[in-house]
């Protein structure tokens, strides 16, 4: 392990365990982020998302990510993830062990794909819009 006492300190937060699953919950922002920088990859398997904030964030950390092929998902991503339907458990197996034979330079293409995609999905961005929305409405 890269960081150890990072590890340990997850490991002692609020976990369930189910096999080879570690279920974490109530971890802080900077645990999230330390996470998602050692994850192989962020896979999110949700039916449906409003957001899509932690496939942005993922991104951002330069962490590949496996999802749901639910239209928010690709659009958000495009070529940038790899998809498998949420509800078939064998299309989810079949999409994390194509991920797991990836070569490393693919794992980069995956990412620089997703990060070109997701490059005005971003806080300041989104404020920017807000802020013109603002100025341009006609006050009555």
């Known amino acids: ?24 919950s109530g971890l802080s922002d900077g645990v999230i982020i330390n996470l998602q920088d050692y994850a192989s ?27 749901s092929n639910i239209e928010f998902m690709q659009k958000v991503m495009g070529d940038g993830a790899i998809y498998f339907d949420p509800e078939d458990s064998v299309d989810i197996s079949k999409k994390l062990v194509q991920f797991t034979n990836l070569t490393s330079n693919q794992r980069n293409i995956l990412v620089d794909k997703a990060t070109a995609k997701t490059k005005d999905y971003r ?18």
Request: include cysteine.
């Open 41 to 67: 990859a962020y896979i999110m398997p949700s039916l449906s998302e409003g957001m899509g904030l932690g496939l942005v964030e993922a991104t951002s950390r330069n962490t590949p990510v496996i999802c």
């Open 123 to 140: 806080w300041e961005n989104t404020a920017i819009e807000i802020y013109e929305s603002i100025l341009n409405q006609e006050i009555f």
């Open 1 to 24: 392990p890269k960081n150890q006492r990072q590890i340990d300190f997850i490991k002692s937060s609020n976990e369930y365990k189910e096999g080879n699953i570690l279920f974490l």
